[in-house]
Structure formats: C-alpha cells, structure tokens
C-alpha cells in the first residue's frame, strides 16, 4: 500500500461545477498535508496547506483534513478550464524532512 | 524575486559521464530536497537537507549524492548515470517553521542514453 494514494482520473468537470479531490494516508503519524497543482510541464505550485482537523478555505478553494478516518480532500468551486492540471497530494511526518506525494490525480474542466 | 533555480533545465548524456545539477535558492530557507517525478511513478524524494552540512536519504537515493556546503545551494551529483535515471528533477526548499511549505524549482530533464 502507497503511503499516499489519489485516483489518477482523469476527473472531468464541467465549467462552473465544483470538483473534489481525494487523498488518502496510510501514516498516522503524518501531521501535514500539502496540495499541489502541476501544469503539464511545469514545476508543481503549492496551492493549499492543511494540519489541523477540519476545513480550511481559501478562495474558491476548500481543503478538508479528517485524522480519524486518514483522508485529505480538495474542494474547487466554480471550476475554471484554467484549474485544468494535475493535483498532487502530499503529507509529512512530523518526525522529519520527508514528504510523500501521492501519484495525482489529473482533473479536466470542460468549457 | 524569490525563488528556486536549477541548471541545466534539459540534459542528454551518455552512460557513466558524472555530472551535476545545481540548484540554488534566494529565500534563506533551511531545508532543501531532491525529487525525480516519472509517469506513473509521481514525485519521489531522492535526498532533503535540514540545514548546512546535514543530510538524509529520502526514498530513491541509490546512484545519486548531494551536498549542502552552503545554505543557498544543494546540488546534485550524478557519479556515473545510467539509463535508469532518465527523469524529471526538481529542487525545493522551505523554511523550516513546523510545516516545511515547500516551493520548487523549474524542473531539470535528464536523459541518459
């Protein structure tokens, strides 16, 4: 079992919809959670960070952390075809410098 | 502006010629980490630097070295590359305050033939 797991998608979206992306954890000892947007191409772009149970928004963006159940989820609302690209999860273990990336998940916003 | 670089951003080499990706941050931040990303495979951590002259494998570190001689750069050594390490590698750092927010690099493509 991956330490970090995402559906690849693609998930496809209508403009205006919201999209939800998932991210599980196999570590409890992992405390915080990153995630991250990669155009095709590029560098991946820190988007939103989370460490403490519940929501955190920020724009249209909503991330949501749940220790209990080891689930990180994305929330984007009014989808953009701009939002198009690759959402990689991420979580670090409060022991050290590593960070564990999910595979990402590939969303698509349909005009 | 703040910001991570790396050089070169493409690279074609032969099997067993050493070389070296330089990476280098303006921000002051402590920690620094190398990550190759493959299709399929997503961003595996190679190596990470809490702070000068401290290093730590991360969960890929065979074949690869780094150093942290200076707070600002943190190379990556190539020893004798093979075919293998054909990827895509980005630098990042962060501050280290609690949560290690990191930013990357532009991306370096490596190709080993």
């Known amino acids: 079992q991956k330490e970090v797991e995402q559906n690849s998608g693609p998930l496809s979206v209508p403009e205006g919809a919201i999209a939800s992306l998932n991210c599980t954890y196999s570590d409890r000892g992992s405390q915080s959670f990153f995630w991250y947007r990669q155009y095709s191409g590029k560098s991946p772009e820190l988007i939103m960070s989370?460490?403490?149970?519940g929501d955190k928004e920020d724009g249209r963006f909503t991330a949501q952390l749940n220790k209990a159940s080891q689930y990180v989820s994305l929330l984007i609302r009014d989808s953009q075809p701009s939002d198009s690209a690759t959402y990689l999860c991420?979580?670090?273990?409060?022991?050290?410098?590593?960070?564990?990336f999910g595979q990402g998940t590939e969303l698509s916003v349909k005009p | 502006e703040a910001q991570v670089t790396q050089n070169p951003r493409y690279l074609i080499t032969v099997t067993g010629k050493k070389l070296t990706v330089t990476c280098s941050q303006n921000m002051n931040h402590e920690y620094m980490s190398w990550y190759r990303q493959d299709p399929g495979l997503g961003l595996r951590q190679i190596y990470y630097?809490?702070?000068?002259?401290?290093?730590d494998k991360g969960d890929v570190p065979e074949g690869y070295k780094v150093s942290r001689k200076e707070k600002r750069n943190f190379p990556l050594i190539l020893e004798s590359p093979s075919p293998n390490q054909t990827s895509l590698y980005f630098c990042a750092s962060s501050i280290v305050i609690d949560h290690y927010e990191q930013y990357f690099g532009p991306g370096t493509r490596l190709t080993v033939t």
């Open positions: 991420a979580g670090r273990n409060n022991q050290g410098g590593k960070l564990i």
């Open positions: 989370i460490y403490s149970n």
């Open positions: 630097s809490m702070n000068v002259e401290v290093t």
